[in-house]
């Protein structure tokens, strides 16, 4: 069993933490299926994913999820909720075992003040999260249905496996689906037709699965939900 030491070398984060906020630092295990955290709630923690994968989700006001993206090491939960002081924007949870590190809130606003690396972390963690939002905004505006769908079941294909998590693709999820990625829900299930039609994917018992993972790769075009 690994120590937090160990993880902090392993995604060298040994450089973010004063030797004296090490001794700070708390590392949970999560299970899978358990929900990390759920749109609304008030953090008062950083976390980073070190083991596992996590999914992260929306919730529609019917009460429907609809998965943006899958996370895997190294993911940071909180950062923007830091940073903004606001609710949580998402909610996550783990779709496998686990293991986050994480610091209070109270204690990276003592680092803020002596230790500039942290801040460069911060500035590129948020970042990131910024260019992606783009790159989604972009992906919508420039690219057909059948390539942001293509990317989309890419991005939540478990573990290059090729197989979707069916419980999050049934058919009554396909409306938000469809809103998600910017379509009518006719356009996206007549895309879903022709895919399964050409024998990329398979629609059996009002769920989703990936026949050929390099078709898909090679219909999405380099690009994917991430």
């Not at 606001?86 to 002596?114: H, R, T």
């Not at 230790?115 to 057909?144: G, N």
């Not at 942001?148 to 938000?176: P, Q």
């Amino acid at each position: 069993m690994k120590e937090i030491r160990q993880y902090l070398q392993e995604y060298e984060l040994e450089y973010l933490f004063p030797p004296k906020f090490k001794d700070r630092l708390k590392m949970y295990r999560f299970s899978k299926g358990e929900t990390i955290c759920t749109i609304g709630d008030q953090l008062d923690e950083m976390f980073f994913l070190v083991e596992g994968k996590i999914k992260i989700y929306t919730t529609s006001p019917e009460g429907k999820s609809l998965i943006n993206r899958f996370k895997r090491p190294l993911a940071v939960i909180g950062d923007v909720e830091y940073v903004k002081g606001s609710a949580v924007l998402n909610s996550v949870e783990a779709v496998a075992d686990g293991v986050m590190l994480a610091i209070s809130f109270e204690e990276l606003q003592e680092i803020e003040k002596i230790h500039p690396p942290y801040i460069r972390f911060l500035l590129e963690t948020v970042a990131q999260k910024f260019y992606a939002e783009s790159h989604i905004t972009s992906m919508h505006m420039l690219y057909p249905v059948e390539v942001r769908l293509a990317s989309y079941l890419l991005s939540i294909s478990s573990d290059g496996k090729g197989t979707v998590f069916h419980e999050e693709m049934r058919t009554e999820n396909l409306t938000e689906l469809a809103e998600w990625i910017g379509t009518s829900y006719r356009h996206l299930n007549r895309v879903l037709k022709k895919m399964a039609a050409d024998g990329i994917i398979d629609r059996a018992n009002g769920s989703i699965k990936i026949k050929h993972l390099g078709d898909l790769r090679v219909l999405a075009n380099g690009n994917i939900y991430e």
